[in-house]
């Protein structure tokens, strides 16, 4: 039976040599080559990166070689490139979309094929819908020509993506200022694509950059996966304390993604540094536009939005959906609750690197620490608490959806329900402002159960009783 792949919240991922094969990662590029060339795009370029995961830049080989077999042009990177750089280089080089070999975050047995649209963003889900359908049930169908053929006759051309967006970097931030301030950083890349890049932006200066995890390393050690929250920044936050920095700045597998720790050692979660980064703008920046959030990250910014009277606007979980709302409202930032952040002035895209500059950059601009800028947003939107659970579960996932539907919880940590959403998952509106969520993970056979609450005391209440509605205890 032909293995079906399947476009999740990012793109497609699998376990490689199990189903993320040389022959699935053809098939797919060839349904992504077939909706290019539906779009009128035949005869353009189209930009193709990889990450440091086992037999990325072979995965990315095989996929420009099919885009040219496609009669597409290839702009393919000479070494591994952080996803906002490969994202920044399709706008820069006018390409008409770009495939992206990572995993992300996921486990180390993993790996991924993103598919990227002209701005350089997530393409939307009815794009994806059309990939999909244009996918060949049997490689016999790709079209393809030799890697060493296609460099010789110029269909495809190995590049250097960094040039173009450091000198992009340098019109969003003043990065001499960060350099100037003296602050000591440690910078945790986890093994992946982030590796050297703040030391690049940032070095040479009076602020002293310390990395750790910078080398290549497909297995992860010292992590259970490249995403920067907890248990896998614990090394992070450990060489924080070590070296007494002033901050801690992660990125992820392919650098998309930013998680922060604070001066004393502690996690600041992805919701709360979302809150931060948006305060950051339209406070010290003074700038104004919409807010684009999934409905899994803060109720923080609704009252930011409040507050700095601009719109907030709430979109399904992932890219997908948060990069085509961005684009239309001309959005100030847009973000989701997995520590990817997005921002005007760049492209509809995660971006890991421009996240951790901005969050230095409101450090130099504010002179306050990471735990002084936390309680800046405190006063203005009061303390959230939020955490998350991932399970997986037994059974048919549109029966347990039904029995999520049929619990109708009247409350849920001792909070009264005031309303059902059910865009994206089930979320559960709770009287306080805050809300339970329960979703099933489109990359992933698990389930995810996140809360947000004004109340600390609630947070693993909310949570338990959320996996009681789920079937899970």
């Known amino acids: 039976m032909t293995y079906k792949i399947k476009f999740g919240t990012d793109g497609w991922r ?27 795009y035949a005869g353009r370029w189209v930009v193709v990166g990889y990450d440091k995961r086992f037999q990325s830049e072979n995965f990315a080989a095989a996929a420009a070689e099919v885009l040219a077999g496609n009669g597409l042009n290839v702009y393919l990177t000479d070494g591994a490139t952080p996803t906002p750089v490969i994202a920044f280089a399709v706008v820069n080089k006018r390409a008409c979309g770009a495939v992206n070999i990572t995993a992300s975050h996921n486990p180390p047995t993993d790996n991924g094929f993103k598919v990227r649209d002209p701005n350089g963003g997530a393409i939307d889900p009815e794009g994806l819908k059309k990939i999909e359908a244009l996918i060949p049930d049997s490689v016999e169908d790709v ?14 051309v190995y590049f250097d993506a960094a040039e173009a967006y450091i000198t992009h970097l340098q019109k969003l931030v003043d990065l001499q200022r960060i350099k100037d301030a003296g602050f000591k950083v440690v910078v945790d890349p986890m093994w992946g694509n982030g590796a050297g890049w703040f030391t690049k932006l940032l070095g040479g200066g009076k602020t002293q950059i310390i990395e750790i995890h910078n080398e290549r390393n497909p297995i992860f050690p010292e992590m259970k996966r490249p995403e920067p929250i907890r ?18 700045l992660v990125t992820d597998g392919d650098a998309d993604r930013c998680g922060i720790g604070d001066e004393n050692g502690e996690f600041i979660n992805q919701l709360r540094v979302y809150a931060l980064l948006a305060l950051y703008l339209l406070e010290v920046r003074g700038e104004r536009g919409d807010i684009v959030k999934t409905l899994s990250t803060t109720t923080m910014l609704n009252k930011l939005g409040k507050l700095y009277n601009v719109p907030v606007h709430e979109t399904g979980v992932g890219f997908k959906y948060v990069a085509p709302k961005m684009i239309e409202t001309n959005a100030l930032i847009g973000g989701e609750e997995s520590g990817g952040y997005a921002f005007r002035g760049n492209v509809p895209e995660r971006d890991g690197i421009l996240a951790g500059l901005y969050f230095l950059d409101f450090m130099v601009r504010t002179g306050k620490k990471p735990t002084g800028l936390l309680n800046m947003l405190f006063e203005k939107v009061g303390e959230h608490f939020y955490d998350r659970i ?61 809360c947000e609450t004004t109340h600390k005391d609630k947070v693993q209440a909310i949570l338990e009783d959320g996996l009681k509605v789920a079937g899970i205890r």
Not at 18 to 25: A, G, S
Not at 398 to 417: C, D, S
Not at 426 to 450: A, C, H, N
């Open 14 to 40: 699998g376990v490689i040599a199990e189903d993320y094969t040389f022959d699935n990662v053809r098939r797919a590029t060839q349904g992504f080559a077939s909706y290019l060339l539906g779009q009128g």
């Open 143 to 156: 079209k393809r020509v030799s890697l060493p053929e296609a460099v010789k006759d110029g269909k495809v």
């Open 390 to 450: 991932d399970t997986p579960f037994n059974g048919d996932r549109q029966t347990r959806e039904q029995m999520i539907l049929n619990a109708k919880p009247e409350t849920l940590g001792g909070l009264k329900v005031t309303e059902l959403v059910t865009v994206d998952g089930f979320q559960f509106k709770l009287e306080d402002g805050g809300w339970l969520l329960i979703r099933f993970s489109g990359t992933e056979p698990i389930m995810r159960v996140y």
């Open 231 to 248: 248990p896998n920044i614990d090394a992070g936050l450990r060489a924080t304390i070590e070296h007494k920095a002033d901050v801690l």
